[in-house]
């Protein structure tokens, strides 16, 4: 009962939408995206979807034809779903900076304690962040806000229409 009540006290506390950061803001997200994501960001759409145990990532193509843009999806998000499996998470700091809201949380995670799974996608890529402890999945919830805001030209809140095993 005590974990139930507290991954719903975890899943209320992040059910907030991100706010759009400052036009400046967006345009120096953008700037150092291009130094760590291969695709182009008009080209593409991130959509960060929070579950009850956590998240799911995905980056897919506007034009679902782009081959070239679906491969670059695909070797980044795989790259970082390696990374993030060893306690990586420099790439995200390269980009929101090392104050993004969940990262600290997610770097410190006991091993085992989160499960985070690259897959592919007809027209892209997704990363499913899962796991059963209430502090990791608030990060989570955290870590996709922060995206959203910083990423708000290029990014959408999805639906829990994902299901997580």
Sequence with gaps: ????????????????FAEKATEARLDEVVARG?????????????????????GVQQVIVKDKNDAPQIQLIREHLSK????????????????HGDKMAGL????????GTLSIIYKE???????DYTSEKADLISAIHQFFDAQ????ARHAVSGHSQHHQK
């Design 121 to 127: 996608l007809p027209d892209g890529a997704q990363i």
């Design 80 to 95: 970082i779903a390696r990374e993030f499996n060893q306690g990586d998470f420099s790439n995200p700091v390269k980009i």
């Design 1 to 16: 009962m005590k974990k139930i009540t507290l991954i719903t006290l975890a899943l209320i506390s992040t059910t907030v």
């Design 148 to 151: 959203l805001s910083d990423h």
């Design 34 to 54: 291009v130094h760590v994501m291969p695709f182009d960001l008009e080209k593409t759409l991130h959509v960060f979807s929070k579950v009850e145990k956590g």
């Design 104 to 111: 600290e949380t997610l770097r410190s995670a006991e091993k």
